[in-house]
T-cell receptor, first 115, second 114 residues
Framework: LAKTTQPISMDSYEGQEVNITCSHN???????ITWYQQFPSQGPRFIIQ???TKVTNEVASLFIPADRKSSTLSLPRVSLSDTAVYYC????????????????FGKGTKLSVKP | KAGVTQTPRYLIKTRGQQVTLSCSPI?????VSWYQQTPGQGLQFLFE???????NKGNFPGRFSGRQFSNSRSEMNVSTLELGDSALYLC?????????????FGPGTRLLVL
């Protein structure tokens, strides 16, 4: 199982870059690291996923060091609408041939962006 | 392409009743997973279906059950409702039942048990 640990909360101001670090000491060799964003009373929204080194999309960047025991989600120039809970996830697949593998959600990081 | 849809969006039931929630995955997606979210326990995995078969199951009592139809739509049922079943129930779909596939979540069904 890939249990994850991340800060409970973070504060930032509009226009700043926000980096949220997650530790996942027991990550399995085949596990990917996935980040989701969730607004109140909505379903989680996929942000980014990576296996190692760096992944970038139109929303965020994900940095994963060589030992893969941690990862950092980087949100460039946050705005008020980025206020949400961010989850770093590992997966616990039952078997790679026949299961999606359930997502293991931790407590998440509540990001508050202030004007 | 339409996202994952869940019905109903809100539901109020009383203890002892049963409830059925419905989930329509993204068109073409064949894997559907269900999660329960509560303030105390956070997001917890219930079960996963692929090709009408349950492939994975979380640690929930037998009162929680589900099924998937040939068109990939899924339903979950909770019998003999308890106050603690009040939660946001989320459905997520993915293309295949592969651990590397991204799961896309619906808006959820908010269940209140009185």
């Amino acid at each position: 199982l890939a249990k994850t640990t991340q800060p409970i909360s973070m504060d930032s101001y509009e226009g700043q870059e926000v980096n949220i670090t997650c530790s996942h000491n027991n990550i399995a060799t085949n596990d990917y690291i996935t980040w989701y964003q969730q607004f109140p009373s909505q379903g989680p929204r996929f942000i980014i996923q990576g296996y190692k080194t760096k992944v970038t999309n139109e929303v965020a960047s994900l940095f994963i060091p060589a030992d893969r025991k941690s990862s950092t989600l980087s949100l460039p120039r946050v705005s008020l609408s980025d206020t949400a809970v961010y989850y770093c996830l590992g997966k616990s697949p039952m078997n790679y041939g026949g299961s999606q593998g359930n997502l293991i959600f931790g407590k998440g990081t509540k990001l508050s962006v202030k004007p | 392409k339409a996202g994952v849809t869940q019905t109903p969006r809100y539901l109020i039931k009383t203890r002892g009743q049963q409830v059925t929630l419905s989930c329509s995955p993204i068109s073409g997606h064949r894997s559907v997973s269900w999660y329960q979210q509560t303030p105390g326990q956070g997001l917890q995995f219930l079960f996963e279906y692929f090709s009408e078969t349950q492939r994975n199951k979380g640690n929930f009592p037998g009162r929680f059950s589900g099924r998937q139809f040939s068109n990939s739509r899924s339903e979950m049922n909770v019998s003999t409702l308890e106050l603690g079943d009040s939660a946001l129930y989320l459905c997520a779909s993915s293309l295949w039942a592969s651990s590397q596939e991204t799961q896309y979540f619906g808006p959820g069904t908010r269940l209140l048990v009185l």
